[in-house]
């Protein structure tokens, strides 16, 4: 699944923020699943020293009832 959002900055004006989010799950014998993320975040006018984007990886092991 993955999903994109680009919205304005409600206090600056010019400043973009986008965030992109995608997720793959994989699901394993006996009702346990790994799920796989990667998230990537842009700001066009970042924080003093801060960069214009971040990106965050994630991993997921778990069980459903």
Do not use: C, H, K
């Not at 699901?27 to 699943?33: G, S, T, Y």
């Not at 214009?52 to 994630?58: A, K, L, N, P, S």
């Amino acid at each position: 699944m993955s999903r994109a959002v680009v919205y304005p900055s409600l206090t600056e004006s010019g400043r973009w923020r986008t965030d992109f989010n995608l997720d793959v799950n994989y699901d394993l014998p006996l009702d346990f699943f790994i799920n796989f993320g990667l998230s990537l975040n842009y700001d066009s006018q970042p924080a003093q020293g801060g960069d214009e984007t971040d990106y965050i990886f994630q991993t997921t092991v778990g069980w459903s009832l």
